[in-house]
């Protein structure tokens, strides 16, 4: 009885432990700057749009009076097209984008990893099967078939967006996750597990899994990226009937209303080409930091 | 020791989807090209049963604009035949029917009428604008190609030194800034702010009243034109050729065959254009064909930044007119130019390196 107490660690061990992965990578991180600028750059772009929000008011009425004005203390990055305050809009429209990436790595992180394990485990024709359905979504023109599939769907919210992004991501962490869960197969842990009959749900979500930590979290950060890239490039072209502001549609005025060909206008096209590409550059940034991390083979170089 | 490698093969076999598919699948080049037909099949299922069984399904929405559009004088029926000849769809057969006529219909390269002319065949609009989309992802993807695998290579020979340190940290930043940005980015500066490029001149694939040929005048305005998406082509893609040159470069120094070349006593330009470039290029090659397939299915944001008449123009515009069998066939037309592209990758990949061929299959 005693020794299952024992076996399961409390809540503060947990949490001890938690913390010692944590300083641990920290201070792995710590010795690549680029990875460090990475994490930093994404927490503040995640506090900026997560946090800030609850303490600057939102201001969206027109003042034509001051169109495109320059930069000064009043408006930090100048004024758009109908006289609000640019720096504002930067505040408010992170948080779609970031939601829509966040979420669509998370729906092809989920089918990678439960279509890869089934693939695995199974074997066989589903395995087949499976396979082939993954390279038929690599080699899809990802970018013309979400513009098609928004022309046609027309995704009216943020969460359709995601699952559609979704859909067309998962292919390259599902062969990671096969090819890893058929190597781990033979480790002496699994078959150490597979004679106490742990179960295979056990055996995948508690053994296997974390063992391949790694590959998800990069494959997470990479899906950002890849989402990021293609929700505002059809947010850009027009294609998601979505109101308020973010920094896609931004981007889609600038183009639209002109506000490309006014010479003063450099800061309201400037601010959102910024936060868009300083958002990919951290996640690029983190994770090639990771992959170096993960994989001390190619450390040092 | 023995017995578990011998148990571990075991399974391998036995987890194989070669094995289910025979002897058929093992060849390398049957392999691609089954992927291949796989994928257009799917893609072209796809967007049949997307435009067909959609609720409120571009068909029925057709039928009843032209319903609204002749004021009640035509009958549903008529409408609905006059819908189905658009879409290349017989509309009164079973949906199953459909798919087979469509398919049919695809094989004959009979892909409908646009929405707009009844006259204008998807296939004639495609191969108007084809070719400049393929033209300029083409020449840019070269450039950087060629650029990036020299600098690359330069970079790993030169290691930690000043340019090693720019090339891979430039290649990784303008690598990771999405290609649109840096369309806009070009429109901004060079265009607007610094009036160094006359960016409305440069629209289109061609100045007007320009007859194709193989004239000087041509050619240069053709360049002109395209000079843009060309560069931005380039920017986009060169920092990804210097960093994977760079690290196949320093995996193939530390190589045995390059310190046996070396013991040999051949010379340092031999060694580094026969043993370590030929080595380290051979992966890039396959990627640069993928690359040429994703870049034309991605060109069009850069197109239309641009205004450059290619494909991806073409979609957009098709879009917002809701031209749906233009659509349809684009979407197609860019999925098999992807699927080529990858199976000549896999093709050349097999022929570059004969390891692959006799281990069955370039996966990866």
């Known amino acids: 009885m005693t020794a299952v107490a024992i076996a399961r660690p409390t809540i503060g061990e947990r949490l001890a432990h938690l913390w010692a992965t944590t300083a641990d990578f920290l201070r792995l991180l710590s010795r690549r700057p680029i990875g460090l600028l990475g994490l930093i750059g994404i927490l503040f772009f995640l506090f900026l749009a997560f946090v800030a929000p609850m303490f600057v008011p939102l201001q969206n009425t027109p003042d034509i009076g001051a169109i495109y004005v320059s930069p000064s203390w009043d408006h930090p990055l100048g004024t758009d097209f109908q006289g609000r305050d640019v720096l504002n809009q930067i505040v408010y429209g992170g948080r779609d984008i970031l939601l829509v990436a966040v979420l669509a790595a998370l729906f092809s992180t989920l089918i990678a990893i439960t279509f890869g394990s089934i693939a695995a485990t199974l074997g066989g024709k589903v395995d087949t099967a499976i396979l082939a359905v993954t390279d038929v979504v690599l080699t899809l023109p990802q970018l013309i078939v979400l513009i098609v599939v928004a022309a046609i769907v027309r995704p009216q919210t943020f969460v359709v967006l995601a699952v559609i992004l979704a859909l067309l991501q998962w292919a390259s962490l599902l062969r990671q996750i096969r090819s890893q869960i058929l190597s781990l197969k033979e480790r002496d842990y699994v078959e150490a597990a597979r004679s106490l009959d742990l179960g295979l749900f056990h055996i995948i979500f508690r053994e296997m899994l974390p063992n391949m930590r790694s590959y998800i979290v990069i494959h997470f950060i990479q899906a950002m990226t890849a989402a990021m890239y293609a929700q505002v490039g059809i947010i850009f072209l027009g294609l998601v009937p979505v109101s308020g502001t973010n920094w896609g549609i931004m981007l889609y005025f600038a183009q639209n209303q002109g506000a490309l060909f006014f010479r003063n206008s450099i800061w309201y096209i400037l601010s959102p080409i910024l936060a868009i590409a300083l958002v990919q550059l951290s996640l690029v940034f983190l994770a090639s930091a990771l992959e170096d991390i993960f994989n001390p083979r190619l450390r040092g170089r | ?364």
């Open chain 2, 1 to 364: 020791m023995t017995t578990a490698v011998a148990a571990k093969s075991q399974v391998r076999t036995a987890m194989n989807p070669r094995r289910y598919l025979g002897d058929a699948w093992r060849h390398p080049v049957a392999r691609a090209v089954i992927k291949a037909v796989l994928t257009i099949w799917v893609t072209t299922t796809l967007t049949f049963f997307l435009i067909r069984l959609m609720p409120g399904s571009p068909v029925e929405l057709k039928i009843d604009e032209l319903i609204t559009a002749s004021g009640g004088a035509l009958s549903y029926e008529e409408a609905a035949a006059l819908a189905s000849n658009l879409f290349a769809i017989d509309l009164s057969a079973p949906v199953h029917e459909q798919y087979l006529s469509f398919v049919w219909n695809l094989l004959h390269l009979d892909l409908g009428t646009s929405f707009l002319s009844q006259s204008t065949s998807v296939i004639s609009v495609i191969l108007a604008v084809l070719p400049w989309t393929l033209f300029s992802v083409g020449v840019g993807l070269l450039l950087s190609f060629t650029a990036g695998i020299s600098l690359g290579l330069l970079a790993a020979y030169r290691r930690n030194s000043l340019l090693d340190h720019l090339a891979s940290t430039g290649g990784s930043i303008i690598s990771s800034i999405p290609n649109y940005l840096l369309a806009l980015l070009i429109v901004l500066f060079f265009g607007i702010q610094l009036r160094l490029l006359p960016i409305t001149q440069m629209r289109g694939s061609m100045s007007p009243g320009m007859h194709p040929g193989f004239t000087l005048d041509f050619i240069g305005d053709v360049l002109f034109h395209a000079a843009l998406p060309i560069s931005v082509y380039f920017l986009a893609t060169i920092g990804h050729w210097v960093l994977s040159m760079r690290s196949a470069t320093l995996a193939a120094l530390e190589e045995d065959y390059v310190t046996a070349a070396r013991a040999r006593g051949l010379s340092d330009g031999r060694i580094r254009n026969a043993y370590v470039g030929r080595n380290a290029v051979l992966p890039l090659v396959t990627q640069f064909a993928i690359n040429i397939g994703f870049i034309v299915g991605g060109a069009a944001i850069i197109e239309s930044i641009f205004v450059y008449q290619g494909i991806g123009l073409r979609l957009l515009s098709a879009v917002t007119q809701r031209d749906y069998p233009v659509m349809q066939g684009i979407l197609l037309m860019t999925t098999i130019s992807v699927v080529v592209a990858t199976l000549a990758a896999d093709l050349l990949y097999s022929k570059l390196d004969p390891r692959i061929g006799r281990a069955g299959g370039a996966s990866g």
